[in-house]
């Protein structure tokens, strides 16, 4: 979250006579990757009037921007002359006028608060927007700290009002902030709202793994907060509860935030409770994908968040401001998700949810693509690619996704149109078989495992170079024989020395189509291969090279994977490819996996090419 959005979002500093649109800062209203990347600069201003949110006997984190840090004309600098050293001066009044005599003084430190991109930890779950590294340090004369490279700064104050204090106003220099007062908010949503989420033990320890990183930051810990009133603390980590933020100015920032949320959904709850429950529900969305993994879905779009916490604590609002500024975030929200499982993989039968049979009684080819709901209601979804065949419809459960296949076309290029009531989402795919020519076909990049990012912005990530994966198929110059030759580069720290073939670096290819495999081979890095078909099973070696940054090997492709083109009557190769590295990063083609999802979907290759013939590739 960049620095511009964290210091509106704390501010709350939507005022004035009536409701208005919020300011909106550099980088605030962007892409998903935008608005969850640091701030490239300072806070340089603030509303003429922002606001405080304060509840009686809680002291209260304050962003102070640099242009109210300004005395003289010039920033303020710890120990200059004319510069106040902390703590600061604050006075409070009912008029916000120093000198009325209502009017007192306060004094509040002054804290930098330090952030820049955390270092990616091997191992981390990745699902989620990349961490912010935050520190607090206490300002005092002398020279500022120094920077390391890509940190930010900006201050902020603690200020401990008096007990007694119940004024309109705190004036900060020469900036007036207006206060709103609130009662301290119920300690949990109404759970009886929720969707109902049904999970084994070990599929909410996973969903805490994910959750974890996320609840480290004291600026994103509010929404794991929420999830525990529903799904319980002791559920997601039960050796000893979410981790705790030990910096103390931190923890009050990360408290105060957490409680404004709270009490701007019990504020909207008591006006509207089923409106505050569905906008609960996007804020905290808990899927369940296919292959039943539990991952959060909550929209991405920080400042679209941070303008309704500032529209529902606008103390100036009316009651019906803040019930369409809920309505207004959940227009902004999609109310589904979509993507591409398997592009022409799939051999549907007319028995088989969007399968059909052609005019002779063949099964038709089809994509398969996967929906979930995102509302927290569910959802009626239809599908359809072009003019083939009516659409195929799916009844998808609160917070549930489904699998459909979808008869496609599959001698031209097609998309797949979704709808959803009024919302309607195309996705690409690519069902023409890939024609093959001398010397052969290049298969890449390989695409890391999804992330909530990637999957929502359509964004695929390309594996890293140092972990790049390469293949080629080609047939032998002298024979009829088809061969797949990898090679996977890696970094020359990798474990070699490992005895435990689940911590090696591998391969799997996957032969025919997804809904009727014909041989899924792994192959580890030591040469040892299987085929991890049940009714299979079969190990065998497959020569391995080895060199400093790289190893590689050639795999001839079992004869019986060879299809009959159900349009052309030509032969055909379905082929996916997955690395699973020595730190168990996954990287699959043609299409990114989703965390937890066995294998990727395949993509049929025109063999009959090679030699332009339809039946001389075999």
């Given at each position: 979250?960049?620095?511009?959005?964290?210091?509106?979002?704390?501010?709350?500093?939507?005022?004035?006579?009536?409701?208005?649109?919020?300011?909106?800062?550099?980088?605030?209203?962007?892409?998903?990757?935008?608005?969850?990347?640091?701030?490239?600069?300072?806070?340089?201003?603030?509303?003429?009037?922002?606001?405080?949110?304060?509840?009686?006997?809680?002291?209260?984190?304050?962003?102070?921007?640099?242009?109210?840090?300004?005395?003289?004309?010039?920033?303020?600098?710890?120990?200059?002359?004319?510069?106040?050293?902390?703590?600061?001066?604050?006075?409070?009044?009912?008029?916000?006028?120093?000198?009325?005599?209502?009017?007192?003084?306060?004094?509040?430190?002054?804290?930098?608060?330090?952030?820049?991109?955390?270092?990616?930890?091997?191992?981390?779950?990745?699902?989620?927007?990349?961490?912010?590294?935050?520190?607090?340090?206490?300002?005092?004369?002398?020279?500022?700290?120094?920077?390391?490279?890509?940190?930010?700064?900006?201050?902020?104050?603690?200020?401990?009002?008096?007990?007694?204090?119940?004024?309109?106003?705190?004036?900060?220099?020469?900036?007036?902030?207006?206060?709103?007062?609130?009662?301290?908010?119920?300690?949990?949503?109404?759970?009886?709202?929720?969707?109902?989420?049904?999970?084994?033990?070990?599929?909410?320890?996973?969903?805490?793994?994910?959750?974890?990183?996320?609840?480290?930051?004291?600026?994103?810990?509010?929404?794991?907060?929420?999830?525990?009133?529903?799904?319980?603390?002791?559920?997601?980590?039960?050796?000893?509860?979410?981790?705790?933020?030990?910096?103390?100015?931190?923890?009050?920032?990360?408290?105060?935030?957490?409680?404004?949320?709270?009490?701007?959904?019990?504020?909207?709850?008591?006006?509207?409770?089923?409106?505050?429950?569905?906008?609960?529900?996007?804020?905290?969305?808990?899927?369940?994908?296919?292959?039943?993994?539990?991952?959060?879905?909550?929209?991405?779009?920080?400042?679209?968040?941070?303008?309704?916490?500032?529209?529902?604590?606008?103390?100036?609002?009316?009651?019906?401001?803040?019930?369409?500024?809920?309505?207004?975030?959940?227009?902004?929200?999609?109310?589904?998700?979509?993507?591409?499982?398997?592009?022409?993989?799939?051999?549907?039968?007319?028995?088989?949810?969007?399968?059909?049979?052609?005019?002779?009684?063949?099964?038709?080819?089809?994509?398969?693509?996967?929906?979930?709901?995102?509302?927290?209601?569910?959802?009626?979804?239809?599908?359809?690619?072009?003019?083939?065949?009516?659409?195929?419809?799916?009844?998808?459960?609160?917070?549930?996704?489904?699998?459909?296949?979808?008869?496609?076309?599959?001698?031209?290029?097609?998309?797949?149109?979704?709808?959803?009531?009024?919302?309607?989402?195309?996705?690409?795919?690519?069902?023409?078989?890939?024609?093959?020519?001398?010397?052969?076909?290049?298969?890449?990049?390989?695409?890391?495992?999804?992330?909530?990012?990637?999957?929502?912005?359509?964004?695929?990530?390309?594996?890293?170079?140092?972990?790049?994966?390469?293949?080629?198929?080609?047939?032998?110059?002298?024979?009829?024989?088809?061969?797949?030759?990898?090679?996977?580069?890696?970094?020359?720290?990798?474990?070699?020395?490992?005895?435990?073939?689940?911590?090696?670096?591998?391969?799997?290819?996957?032969?025919?189509?997804?809904?009727?495999?014909?041989?899924?081979?792994?192959?580890l890095e030591t040469g040892r291969a299987v085929d991890l078909l049940p009714a299979v099973a079969a190990e065998f070696d497959v020569p391995v090279r080895h060199d400093i940054d790289r190893w590689s090997f050639t795999l001839p492709v079992p004869e019986s994977c060879i299809e009959t083109a159900r349009t052309t009557g030509g032969p055909v190769l379905h082929l996916s490819l997955q690395r699973i590295d020595e730190a168990g990063e996954r990287a699959s083609w043609p299409r990114a996996m989703l965390p937890g999802q066995v294998e990727p979907g395949r993509i049929?290759?025109?063999?009959?090419?090679?030699?332009?013939?339809?039946?001389?590739?075999?």
């Amino acid at each position: 979250m960049g620095l511009v959005a964290l210091t509106t979002l704390l501010l709350a500093g939507a005022c004035g006579s009536a409701r208005h649109d919020p300011q909106v800062g550099p980088g605030m209203e962007t892409s998903a990757a935008a608005a969850v990347s640091p701030a490239a600069t300072l806070v340089s201003a603030v509303e003429t009037e922002p606001q405080i949110v304060l509840f009686p006997g809680r002291a209260v984190f304050v962003p102070v921007p640099e242009s109210v840090l300004t005395f003289s004309g010039k920033p303020w600098t710890p120990g200059a002359t004319g510069n106040p050293d902390p703590p600061l001066i604050l006075w409070g009044s009912a008029t916000g006028d120093r000198e009325n005599d209502r009017a007192r003084s306060m004094t509040a430190e002054l804290w930098r608060i330090i952030t820049k991109a955390a270092p990616p930890s091997e191992g981390e779950a990745t699902w989620l927007p990349p961490l912010q590294e935050w520190r607090a340090l206490r300002c005092s004369p002398g020279a500022a700290p120094a920077l390391s490279d890509g940190a930010t700064v900006m201050f902020a104050a603690i200020l401990e009002p008096p007990d007694d204090f119940r004024g309109r106003f705190v004036r900060v220099n020469s900036t007036r902030f207006r206060i709103t007062w609130l009662d301290s908010p119920p300690g949990e949503v109404d759970r009886a709202r929720a969707p109902v989420l049904r999970a084994t033990p070990d599929r909410l320890r996973t969903l805490g793994k994910v959750l974890w990183p996320e609840a480290t930051d004291p600026f994103r810990r509010w929404r794991v907060s929420l999830i525990c009133d529903r799904l319980g603390a002791a559920a997601l980590w039960p050796d000893g509860g979410p981790p705790q933020i030990a910096d103390p100015v931190l923890r009050l920032a990360s408290e105060q935030l957490e409680l404004r949320w709270r009490a701007a959904l019990a504020e909207l709850a008591a006006r509207d409770a089923d409106l505050a429950a569905d906008v609960i529900h996007r804020l905290t969305a808990i899927v369940r994908f296919p292959d039943g993994q539990l991952l959060p879905a909550w929209p991405l779009r920080g400042a679209a968040a941070t303008a309704l916490l500032q529209a529902l604590l606008d103390g100036s609002a009316s009651p019906e401001a803040s019930l369409q500024a809920a309505r207004s975030f959940l227009d902004q929200c999609d109310p589904a998700l979509v993507w591409v499982i398997d592009d022409a993989g799939s051999a549907m039968h007319a028995s088989e949810p969007g399968g059909s049979a052609d005019s002779r009684g063949r099964a038709v080819s089809g994509a398969i693509i996967g929906i979930a709901d995102l509302t927290g209601r569910g959802l009626i979804a239809s599908a359809t690619c072009g003019n083939e065949g009516p659409p195929v419809q799916a009844t998808i459960a609160p917070h549930a996704s489904a699998v459909i296949g979808v008869p496609t076309d599959p001698t031209a290029e097609s998309s797949i149109t979704v709808r959803c009531g009024d919302w309607s989402r195309q996705v690409a795919v690519s069902t023409v078989p890939v024609p093959i020519e001398p010397p052969g076909l290049r298969i890449g990049p390989l695409l890391r495992e999804q992330t909530l990012q990637s999957l929502t912005a359509e964004a695929p990530r390309f594996a890293e170079p140092e972990h790049a994966t390469a293949a080629l198929l080609f047939r032998d110059a002298e024979s009829p024989q088809w061969k797949l030759y990898v090679e996977c580069r890696r970094a020359e720290s990798a474990n070699r020395g490992a005895t435990d073939d689940t911590s090696r670096d591998r391969v799997i290819i996957g032969f025919g189509p997804g809904t009727e495999p014909c041989a899924t081979i792994e192959v580890l890095e030591t040469g040892r291969a299987v085929d991890l078909l049940p009714a299979v099973a079969a190990e065998f070696d497959v020569p391995v090279r080895h060199d400093i940054d790289r190893w590689s090997f050639t795999l001839p492709v079992p004869e019986s994977c060879i299809e009959t083109a159900r349009t052309t009557g030509g032969p055909v190769l379905h082929l996916s490819l997955q690395r699973i590295d020595e730190a168990g990063e996954r990287a699959s083609w043609p299409r990114a996996m989703l965390p937890g999802q066995v294998e990727p979907g395949r993509i049929g290759i025109n063999i009959g090419t090679w030699d332009h013939g339809s039946g001389a590739g075999r």
